[in-house]
């Protein structure tokens, strides 16, 4: 009776089926050389460019020594739109040189304040690694830290996952030990695994065993979820990390055009840039405009800057099913946690694309005219245990208003990401009832692409502003953020059990089960005191 019922349940054929798909997709990826059309060229690794990739980290890391040291020479001679409107109109995602870039400074609100011997201690851990890493950043709770309701001013008794950390990395994580994130952005995914798992074997899951092993990985990469393969409870330099690889090509296109949401959402929360690169600058740049933009949609007139970051925190989180309190995989109250905890890293990211939109500009009397003055205190207000007693604005932060005329958030909507506001545009079709033959002109006029000039002048038209005025505007993007988020989030979360390998997954899912069980405790007790 009992084998009946389960061969009958569809949860036991759905998990069958995404079996049989990942073994049947890894069979294809490995075949032998002989039944491919093409073979792919492997590039070897030689001194001379392990060279360059030791002098491009040295001069990155001048280069970020030097960020926002000229920010007032370069933005004085700028009007409010055109320092925005200028080069997101004629942006160019194949860049190479940071000399391509808009500017000098270009860029300089993504890198995040922090203790520069804790920053060296990260940049060390990518030195372990030879296969080449072009672009990467550290995030999560063990670089910048999360409020919880069962926090306390005395530092956690929790052991420290790290079995032998750097001086850094314990002073910095002085309130308790925590697994330290990274994202690492690739060239040549599957010539990258090929390198990784000849001198770190020990990192990867039982694929490994499979032949043309670095084939079959990167093939698993690319194909499903978001395109991250990640690696957790590793071991480097004494200090436990979880390490995430993904091609620049699709990070680039997330950031952009938003098909995921996956990493885009990640860059917009406060992470450390370690390894710079010139287009995931550009790219990341319009992802936090994107950002802000999209938050603005869904906020009244006036708000708080908290309001703000928390709209912006949340977007990656929406649709997400590690936060479906059937899982219990995520605190739920993650993103105020994350936005109580990190203020003054949102106004390093937010305040200089504030201060250059049009229709947005802080109302409050005690908003600082100096130049930079959101990076002030950003060490002592940045980190694992952060002190934002003394923040400006307090918890809640300053007052914004926005212009809520219809022909700037028209344009608005007009520069959301082209994938995200495609969903948008079709949400809206249903809503107005519009027959294909009214709207196929539309989604022509609203290509990013001229063929005269390459680009044209991104404005809403009439379409746009009618979305701007309507009163559901706020719950239809959330819908299309939500539908952007959670089938990637839900493949990338399969994906895991197979990449990180059965033990280390069932790990992972307990460990977050725990965390959140805490919480919850920690709040009921808090509930129960009132």
Known sequence: MFSFKLATSPTFHTLIGVNSYFLASTAWHSRSAVFRHQVVPRRTLTSTSLAREEKQHVSEQLQDSRLGSDRKSQESSKSKSDDVHDWEDTADFNISTFAELPHKTFGYNQHIKVNEDFKEALRQILWQFKAPIRYAFAYGSGVFGQKSASSSSTPSTDLSPHPHPPKAVEEWQKGGGKIIDFIFGVTHTQHWHSLNLAQHPGHYSGLKYLPYSSAAISGIQDSFGAGVYFNPYITVNGTMIKYGVVNLSTLSSDLSAWNTLYLAGRLQKPVKILRDDPRMRLANQVNLLSALRTALLMLPEQFTERELYERIAGLSYMGDPRMNTLFSGENPNKVSNIVGAQLPGFRQLYVPLIENLPNLAFSDSRTPRD???????????????????????????????????????????????SAFRGKLYYKFKSQFRLPGSAFDPILEAATDEDASSGFKKRQGGEFEQRIAAQGNLSEVVGDCVKKTVAWPAAGQTIKGIFTGGVGRSWKYAREKRKKTGEVRKADDGKAKAE
């Not at 400006?392 to 208003?401: A, D, K, N, V």
């Open 371 to 417: 130049e930079g003055w959101e990076k002030q205190d950003a060490i002592r207000n940045t980190g694992t245990t952060p002190t934002l007693s003394d923040v400006l604005g307090g918890s809640e932060g300053l007052m914004l208003q926005q212009d809520m005329d219809p022909i700037k958030r028209g344009n608005m909507v007009r520069r959301l990401p």
